[in-house]
């Protein structure tokens, strides 16, 4: 089973700065299988990126995904009030669909 | 635009029973594969299940086979989970999400409901 290591577990920044999360895999995955989640407390998961790179529907631009292999990185240009949250990103194959533990990216 | 509303939470004692139920809208329900994700307290996401558009192929967790059944019912747009011999392991809130192929294979997911909780205590 493929083990997704997120860091750091918490990002402490101010609003209009760059956020940029990192998400390990315990072996190189196919790009095409991973995917971004934001979660706000008492809302649904929502998608932001799948297949590494490409944003979802509705998501604006200062969102966007990158990385290949083992090492992939959700980036925020410019943090909004409304963008601190929690990240998850997610790996999805034949039969198995793992997450990593999340990133907390919090208002300093 | 896609909506997933759970029900059926609730405190159950362990060894019982309870039934999930997952309602969706917005989008041709019969022609997605399902899953369901749950979340335990302080813990990150867990994978639970996933259904084909059609009922035909199922898959669970290690976690929960034998003890789960994930079923649905396109002519009510219904996703379920019957969850039975319940431990204080499977606290959880409890999430449905919509894969984006028919299999429910290969897929990301792209919409989530906002979650049921589940908590077994004696």
């Known amino acids: 089973e493929i083990v997704l290591t997120q860091s750091p577990g918490t990002l402490s920044l101010s609003p209009g700065e760059r956020a940029t999360l990192s998400c390990r895999a315990s072996?190189?995955?196919?790009?095409?299988?991973l995917a971004w989640y934001q979660r706000k407390p008492g809302q649904a998961p929502r998608l932001l990126i799948y297949?590494?790179?490409s944003r979802a529907t509705g998501i604006p631009d200062t969102f966007s995904g990158g990385g290949s292999g083992t090492d992939f990185t959700l980036t925020i240009a410019r943090l909004e009030p409304e963008d601190f949250a929690v990240y998850y990103c997610?790996?999805?194959?034949?039969?198995?669909?793992?997450f990593g533990q999340g990133t907390r990216v919090e208002i300093k | 635009q896609g909506q997933l509303v759970e029900s059926g939470g609730g405190v159950v004692q362990p060894g019982e029973s309870l039934r999930l139920s997952c309602a969706a809208s917005?989008?041709?329900?019969?022609?997605?594969?399902m899953h369901w994700v749950r979340q335990a307290p302080g813990k990150g996401l867990e994978w639970v299940a996933v259904?084909?558009?059609?009922?035909?192929?199922?898959y669970y967790a290690d976690s929960v086979k034998g003890r789960f059944t994930i079923s649905r019912d396109n002519s009510r747009n219904t996703l379920y989970l019957q969850m039975n011999s319940l431990t204080a392991e499977d606290t959880a809130v409890y999430y449905c999400?919509?894969?984006?192929?028919?299999?429910?294979?290969?897929?990301?997911?792209?919409?989530w409901g906002q979650g049921t909780l589940v908590t077994v205590s004696p």
């Open positions: 999400a919509k894969g984006r192929t028919s299999s429910g294979y290969y897929t990301y997911f792209d919409y």
């Open positions: 917005g989008f041709t329900f019969s022609t997605f594969g």
């Open positions: 259904l084909s558009f059609d009922g035909s192929n199922k």
């Open positions: 072996q190189s995955v196919s790009s095409s299988y």
């Open positions: 297949a590494a790179s």
């Open positions: 997610q790996h999805y194959g034949s039969s198995s669909w793992t």
